[in-house]
Every structure is written in structure tokens, then in C-alpha cells.
């Protein structure tokens, strides 16, 4: 699909998934390059804009990651943030060195109001730093547009080529106002219109899909979580009866999740879809005996579940194309596209065999995160209930059992999962928290139950508050509710003796537990 772009150049920085997201939130359209695209590719996507991230290393030191100057020679505005503004002024002549003071935190900043990046913002505003080095002299050509009693560029512009460069992050929510920056940067310095609406993307899809299948038959991988949901319902708008939803339970769902989702989905349910369900918990047991760490989980678990697809298929004839719930996140976190590390494979992305029995996949939301997902979702007439309930991992509860998987294990934490939802809900939380979960913990300790001495394992709690599910902060829960969880979980979850609750946020931790 043709639609305007900004694209980000990833430096390795901590917040890359987080401008793109900003970007987004603007309406613009919004994808993820490392440093090493070739330009040709660059001038190929023909970008409205082009971000430079932020970054770990020196902009002056030789083996950094750097671009090409004609990059700046493309008529393409750019915005260069932290590391990205000390690589922009380094390559143009400006100077980059140490700073006297390192900058950290929450800092005011003095902004020139006449730069259009700086329209409607106050003139003393608090943004985000996080440098060591810093611009000691802007390159030729530039204005200083914004400073700190630290930092004596704070901004800087080339009006007139539309390069601007911020030492500060503009992306996280501690940059005041950060957003109207950046949307000033798309909307007042690149010109975009901000055609990036859900209504669009998802008419636009449909269109593609349909073009792109024929008369071919389709395979969709069912999990009935969001993600795979919204695919499903996706395709079935779009080639009806040629689509066949497979749903594998592979007996790392939640408690009685099988039998919910095929209530959904299934013959009785409101979708006209070709539904089979494949019961293959003690395959995957199997697979996962004595399995303990968590990327040859996920590793195993992505493949046998192509292997099972792969099976359905030669049961129902030939199959062109298989679906996948793919979501942007799975793709940054497994480092596709972008320079950051590897986090962990998605069993959507990095999890996949290298041989597929298929002609392609289809991923028809491979480019949205989470929230533009459900908003698809309610777009495509899914109900509310649906849409917004719990995200759930591919590899489900094999990657929140810390350790090797075995049905007594996926017993007890599926038990212990249901009674924290019960208690979230029943407090009146559901909608508040972005994420929890219950998730067991390799830990066995000494306990006392009934005045006999227990040995048994420790559940740890989830919860946490999220706009975007690229960062998180662990979610206040009161302590009544806590308390009435604890209580039921050891009371009513067998060889569970212990229960702890989880209070990182993201980073340093993810949000999944494994």
C-alpha cells in the first residue's frame, strides 16, 4: 500500500520503537531502518521525513555507526535526536565532544518559539536528557534554537534544509511537550497530511488481501487472542469461505481459553468461518519435556505449530497461503528492520522454521502496534469484549512457567491466573491496567500449611500500565486485592505456597515473565 512515510534511522538507541510510535499517534505513518540501509533503498521508500535515533555511542569516535552525508543532500527533512543530533552536527562540520556536565533526567529548557518545531511550545519547557557528549558547536549553516544552563544546544536548525537537530527525547512522555514537537516536525516541517486513520488502513487491507489471494486458499493460524482475532475476522471479510482458521490448543492456554474460543469462532459461533480445532497438548508436552531455556522454547513451540499447519493443511487440500497475527512489536523485539538487539524471537517472527509448506504468509498487521490493533478490530465490527481483552503470547503459558513445562505445572498456573483476573475484575481494574498475569516462578521454598512443613513453588503476579506495550511501569494494585489473591491462590492452588508480586517495569524487564 502506497501511503506517505516517515521512516526512523536506528542507532542503536533504547526509545526507537517508542518515536515511531509517536509518529503514529500524529497520524503519519511511521517504519523502523537500521543505520546500515543502503540510501537507494532510502530514496526507494521516498520518505516525507527521515528520524535519526538515539544511541549509546560517541558521534566522533571512528567506529560508530554513522551515514552517508548525502543523505542530508536528499531534500528530505530530518530530525536528529540525542545521539542522532550529535551524528548530524559531527557530519557537518559542527563540533561534538564530552560534555563538562552530564545531563540526566528531567531538565528545562529554553526554546526558540519562531522554529517551526517549536510552534505553541512555552518557551521554558521540560524535556528528557540522557547524554554524556554533547554539541559544544553547532555545524555551519545552523541556528541554536534551544538551550540549557548545561547544554548550549539544547536545538538546532538549518531552516532552509529542513535539518533539525534536539539533544533531548522528544518521544518519551517525561518530554512535556514532546508530542506537539514532533507532530510539528511532521506536520510543519515535512508537510505530511496524516493519512494514517484505521478506517483507511483497514478498507486498504481488505483491497490487498483479496488481490493478493485470488482464488487461492487460505490457512489462518487461530490462537484467539487479539491479534490472531483480528487477522481472522480481517481475512474472512475479505475472502470468505476460502479461508480455513485453524486453532491449536496446545494446552498452554489459560483456563478453559480452548473451549471460549471455540465458542467464538467455531460453528455456534457469530463468524461464518471454516473452523478446526487441533488438540495437541501432549504433542507439545513432548517437545517441551525437560526444556528449560526460554528461546528453545519458543523456538520449539514456533515450529511445531507450523508443523501442525502444515499437517491440517495436506488434510484439507492444497493451501496457498497461511495467516499469521504478526503485530509490529514482534517484529522491532525480534530484531527485524531496526538495529537493536534481539529482546526475544516471537513465535510469529523470529520462532518461525526456515522451511515453510506454504507458497507465502500473509501478516495483515504485521505493521500496527497493539493499540492500532484494537482499533482495527473494532473497526472490522468485533465486539468490545473481545477487542480488549487480555494480550496473550503465541507461546502461551510455556513462556510464564520459568523452567521446564509439565501439565502438573500448566495446571497450577493456570489456576492461579484465573483467580488474579477473577480479583482484578471483581475490584474493577480490568480496563485500567494494560496487562497481568499470574506466572510460575522456578523457586520452591519452606512453607507451613495445616502445621505441616510444605515445600512447594512460588506464583508471581503481573501487572502493569502501558500505553504502547514497548515501555511499562508496574501497576499499583491496591493491597486489599493482593491480599484476597495471595489468600485464594494458596488456598485453592494445589503444591503453591508462596505468592510474589512482580513491581519492574519495561525496560529493564519485558512484560512477559520468560
Not at 345 to 366: A, M, Y
Not at 371 to 379: I, N, P, Q, T, Y
Not at 477 to 484: H, L, T
Amino acid at each position: 500500500m502506497k501511503r506517505e512515510t516517515v521512516i526512523v534511522l536506528d542507532f542503536g538507541g533504547q526509545y526507537n520503537q517508542l518515536i515511531a510510535r509517536r509518529v503514529r499517534e500524529c497520524n503519519v505513518y511511521c517504519e523502523i531502518y537500521s543505520y546500515k540501509t543502503d540510501i537507494e533503498k532510502i530514496k526507494e521508500i521516498n520518505p516525507k521525513g527521515i528520524i535519526f535515533t538515539g544511541g549509546p555511542n560517541s558521534a566522533y569516535l571512528p567506529d560508530s555507526p554513522t551515514y552517508s552525508k548525502e543523505i542530508f543532500e536528499l531534500g528530505v527533512p530530518i530530525l536528529g535526536i540525542c545521539y542522532g543530533s550529535q551524528l548530524m552536527m559531527h557530519l557537518l562540520g559542527g563540533t561534538v565532544e564530552k560534555a563538562p556536565v552530564r545531563e540526566y533526567g528531567k531538565i528545562e529548557v529554553t526554546v526558540d518559539n519562531s522554529s517551526r518545531l517549536f510552534t505553541d511550545v512555552s518557551p521554558k519547557t521540560i524535556c528528557w536528557m540522557s547524554h554524556n557528549d554533547y554539541i559544544s558547536k553547532a555545524a555551519p549553516g545552523f541556528k541554536i534554537s534551544a538551550y540549557t544552563p548545561d547544554c548550549p544546544v539544547a536545538a538546532a536548525e538549518n531552516e532552509e534544509k529542513g535539518l533539525y537537530a534536539v539533544q533531548f527525547h522528544p518521544e518519551v512522555l517525561h518530554t512535556k511537550e514532546g508530542k506537539k514537537m514532533l507532530s510539528n516536525f511532521v506536520y510543519n516541517v515535512c508537510g505530511c497530511a496524516g493519512d494514517w486513520k484505521m478506517d483507511s488502513f483497514v478498507d486498504e487491507s481488505i483491497k490487498a488481501i483479496r488481490a493478493k489471494v485470488g482464488d487461492g486458499k487460505v490457512l489462518c493460524a487461530l490462537s484467539g487472542g487479539v491479534d490472531s482475532s483480528v487477522a481472522a475476522v480481517m481475512m474472512a471479510k475479505a475472502i470468505g469461505s476460502q479461508l480455513t482458521c485453524v486453532f491449536v490448543d496446545h494446552g498452554l492456554l489459560r483456563k478453559n481459553e480452548g473451549d471460549e474460543v471455540e465458542a467464538v469462532f467455531g460453528p455456534d459461533g457469530p463468524y461464518d468461518l471454516n473452523f478446526i480445532r487441533v488438540n495437541a497438548q501432549e504433542r507439545f508436552y513432548a517437545k517441551l519435556k525437560d526444556v528449560e531455556e526460554p528461546e528453545r522454547k519458543r523456538k520449539i513451540i514456533g515450529e511445531e505449530f507450523i508443523r501442525v499447519f502444515e499437517e491440517e493443511a495436506k488434510k484439507i487440500g492444497a493451501v496457498d497461503f497461511l495467516v499469521q497475527g504478526t503485530i509490529y512489536p514482534d517484529v522491532v523485539e525480534s530484531g527485524v528492520g531496526g538495529e537493536s538487539t534481539v529482546i526475544k524471537s516471537h513465535h510469529n517472527v523470529g520462532g518461525l522454521p526456515d522451511c515453510v509448506d506454504f507458497k507465502e504468509i500473509i501478516e495483515p498487521l504485521r505493521d500496527l502496534f497493539k493499540d492500532e490493533v484494537r482499533k482495527a478490530g473494532l473497526e472490522l465490527g468485533i465486539p468490545e469484549y473481545l477487542v480488549y481483552r487480555q494480550p496473550f503470547p503465541g507461546p502461551g503459558l510455556g513462556i510464564r512457567i520459568i523452567g521446564a513445562v509439565t501439565a502438573e505445572k500448566v495446571k497450577m498456573v493456570q489456576d492461579a491466573d484465573a483467580i488474579w483476573r477473577e480479583e482484578i475484575a471483581k475490584a474493577g481494574l480490568d480496563r485500567e491496567i494494560g496487562q497481568y498475569f499470574a506466572a510460575l516462578t522456578n523457586m520452591r521454598s519452606v512453607g507451613v500449611m495445616g502445621d505441616e512443613r510444605t515445600y512447594d513453588y512460588a506464583i508471581a503476579l503481573r501487572a502493569v500500565t502501558t500505553t504502547d506495550f514497548m515501555t511499562a511501569e508496574s501497576a499499583e494494585i491496591p493491597w486489599e486485592v493482593i491480599g484476597r489473591t495471595t489468600s485464594r491462590i494458596v488456598n485453592e492452588v494445589k503444591h503453591i505456597n508462596r505468592v510474589l508480586y512482580d513491581c519492574t517495569g519495561k525496560p529493564p524487564a519485558t512484560i512477559e515473565f520468560e
